[in-house]
């Protein structure tokens, strides 16, 4: 690219015009996603008569309430849902949640190793879990199983809870 | 008024100045031709070495917690190729409003090559005098190895009403970027010489890759740790044999 001395005049325009193109700055918003909770989906054994075996099904309550142990804030309050998410601790390896569900109650315990990430100045940090045991009460449930261990986003269904047959 | 209104208002401003100065140079060029075709073999003609003026204040007027001072050394290859060396110091002391403090201060170095995009030959073939003066395209490597440190960081847990604070240690950490650069070169009077540039930063890469959008800021390249704009407003010397014929 040759330029003579009369197209300076184009460069200065140019080199003027281009700041209005960098509009890449940063902001000060942060724009990850930030909160990191844990999956749960519910199913239930049922038996089928005519094919006289037990199948898994998913399991609807007709009310189900969830909170934390020692927590008086209700995560979910008499919803009609089989998914939903749970917030481990990020400050102790082991979470407790009941789950109220049809009249019964039920105790689901998480034992978990955190892993804390720093993400930017704008962001914070976000505390990643990596699920080692569920251990639920047998009033209702039946079994709880780690279906993805690492709990990085609210985007899976960690751990699936089974609930005894009717 | 914002931070780029002010910028730009200073480039304008800027304007007549070196426009000025590119015309009182182009008169010196006719005493200079007789000096250009004795030495048409040469390769080697000077190298200039400039002090930059804007990055302190742009720095400055786009976060007061932030500084850079830098300096250009650039070489004279036939009038028309400068390999540049460019080194400075980068430093930013943060405290947001959530009380995480970001501090760093290291040096920076880039190194590249300005190309003179004057056309050097009129319409005739003949050769045109070089004066000084001339608009630039570039490109540049920069790098930077630094500490950087964060504290104040907290872990909220919102739901189970907690809090505890997280230690980040210091770390070190190597980035490099490239830079697309244009801009001008005057020739004020007798060597001394000033000049302005825009630069794109841009392809940003550190040693750890996880770790980078931990970077607030890294030193010669900014705030942003993806693309920035950068500017450039230089005064210095050029050691020419040719500057005792301007004037």
Known sequence: MWLNIFSMRKLFVLLVLLPFFGACNNDGECRQERYV????????????????TYVITDFVPDSIT????????????KKQINVFDLPLRKTKN????????????????????????????????????????????????DSAIIRIPEVINVKATHVEVYYKAD | ??????????????????LLAKEKSDSASVEMQDTLTKNKQQIFYGFSAHLDAASPLVNY?????????????DVDLLHKFFPVFEAGFGYADKLNEENIHYKVRAPFYRFGLNFNILRMKNKTGESKVFTGSYPYIGLRYGFSLFKY???????????????????????????????????????????FTMGWNIRLGLLSHTSKSSLKTQLWYIPGFGKNNTVNIMFNYTFGYTFNYDNKKLK
């Open chain 1, 37 to 52: 909770a844990m999956g749960v989906k519910l199913f239930q054994t049922k038996f089928d008569a005519e094919e006289e």
């Open chain 1, 66 to 77: 969830v909170y934390g142990v020692d927590n008086d804030s209700i995560l979910y309050d």
């Open chain 1, 94 to 141: 082991e979470s407790q949640f009941v789950l109220y569900a049809n009249g019964f109650y039920d105790t689901l315990t998480i034992l978990h190793e955190n892993t804390d990430n720093y993400l930017s100045m704008e962001c914070g940090c976000v505390v990643f879990a990596n699920i080692k045991e569920v251990v639920p009460t047998n009033n209702r449930i």
């Open chain 2, 1 to 18: 008024m914002s931070v780029k209104k002010i910028i730009v208002f200073c480039w304008f401003a800027l304007l007549p100045i070196t």
């Open chain 2, 61 to 73: 007027l786009i976060d007061k917690s932030t500084l850079s001072f830098e300096a250009t050394v």
């Open chain 2, 149 to 191: 440190g964060l504290d104040g960081v907290i872990i909220n847990d919102d739901y189970w009403g907690v809090s505890r604070p997280l230690e980040v240690n210091p770390k070190y950490l190597y980035a490099g970027w490239a830079e697309l650069v244009a801009g001008v070169r005057v020739n004020m009077v007798k060597g």
